[in-house]
């Protein structure tokens, strides 16, 4: 079984820097891409940023030069390094990955439980 575990989210002020992190526990199992959703009070999902096995990205525009996407080599956790933060970037990030265990034929998405990011001076 694989769980995704974030972490990172707090208070900060506008124009400030914040770096989540995205643990992805267990063993046996292949990443196909990781990614970060964000959802703000009142508002759908929307997808923040994904990083592929192939090192494609793709962010969304609001974010694009204020956000950065990573992994580490065994593609097992995942980083949003967030700057020049805005109070629209408030909301609760939650990490996305596309999983494959060892022994299945396909992958599954999986999904953290969120961290909470608030902007505001």
């Known amino acids: 079984q694989v769980q995704l575990v974030e972490s990172g989210g707090d208070l900060v002020q506008p124009g400030g820097s914040l770096k989540l992190s995205c643990v992805a526990s267990?063993?046996?199992?292949?990443?196909?891409?990781m990614a970060w959703y964000r959802q703000a009070p009142g508002k759908q999902r929307e997808l923040v940023a994904r990083?592929?096995?192939?090192?494609?990205?793709n962010y969304a525009d609001s974010v694009k030069g204020r956000f950065t996407i990573s992994t580490d080599n065994p593609k097992t956790t995942a980083y949003l390094q967030m700057n020049n933060l805005k109070p629209e970037d408030t909301a609760v990030y939650t990490c996305?990955?596309?999983?494959?265990?060892?022994?299945?034929?396909?992958?599954?998405?999986?999904w953290g439980e969120g961290t909470l990011v608030t902007v505001s001076s």
């Open positions: 267990g063993s046996g199992f292949t990443t196909y891409y």
């Open positions: 996305n990955a596309h999983i494959r265990i060892l022994g299945e034929v396909a992958g599954t998405d999986y």
């Open positions: 990083l592929t096995r192939g090192r494609d990205t």
